[in-house]
C-alpha cells in the first residue's frame, strides 16, 4: 500500500493560481500512475482533471484544465504537484491525489489509493 498526503489548498480569487502537493510514502514503486480528481459541491463523482506516468513522464489532463493546469512529480521527494492558473468558480472543489496501476486511467476505478484530499475554494 501507499499513503497519500495533499497539501497546498485553500480560498482565492478568480484568476488566482496555486499549487497543490502530493506526498507519498510506503510500497511507492507498486503504483505506476498518479493523478488528481476532485468533487464539487453537490456532485458524487470525483472528477478526473490530470495524471502522470511516473518513470516516464506522460501526462494527460481532462480537457477542463488543458493549458490552465499542469502535473509534474519529483521523484526523489515520491511527490507530485499541481500547477492550477486561472482559476475560476468552476474550480471549486476538493482536490484528491490518487496512485494506481491502470496505464493513462481517467476513472476512480482505475486507483487503489488515495488521499483524504485539500479545499480548493475559488470565490470573488
Known amino acids: 500500500q501507499v499513503q497519500l498526503e495533499e497539501s497546498g489548498g485553500g480560498s482565492v480569487q478568480p484568476g488566482d493560481s496555486l499549487k497543490l502537493s502530493c506526498a507519498a510514502s510506503?510500497?511507492?514503486?507498486?503504483?505506476?500512475?498518479r493523478a488528481w480528481f476532485r468533487q464539487a459541491p453537490g456532485k458524487e463523482q470525483r472528477e478526473f482533471v490530470a495524471?502522470?506516468?511516473?518513470?516516464?513522464?506522460?501526462?494527460y489532463y481532462a480537457d477542463s484544465v488543458k493549458g490552465r493546469f499542469t502535473i509534474s512529480r519529483d521523484n526523489a521527494k515520491k511527490t507530485a504537484y499541481l500547477q492550477m492558473n486561472s482559476l475560476n468558480s468552476d474550480d471549486t472543489a476538493v482536490y484528491y491525489c490518487?496512485?494506481?496501476?491502470?496505464?493513462?486511467?481517467?476513472?476512480?476505478?482505475?486507483?487503489?489509493?488515495w488521499g483524504r484530499g485539500t479545499q480548493v475554494t475559488v470565490s470573488s
Open positions: 490518487a496512485a494506481g496501476r491502470s496505464v493513462a486511467s481517467k476513472s476512480p476505478d482505475g486507483f487503489e489509493s
Open positions: 510506503g510500497r511507492t514503486f507498486m503504483y505506476g500512475v
Open positions: 495524471g502522470t506516468l511516473w518513470n516516464s513522464g506522460y501526462t
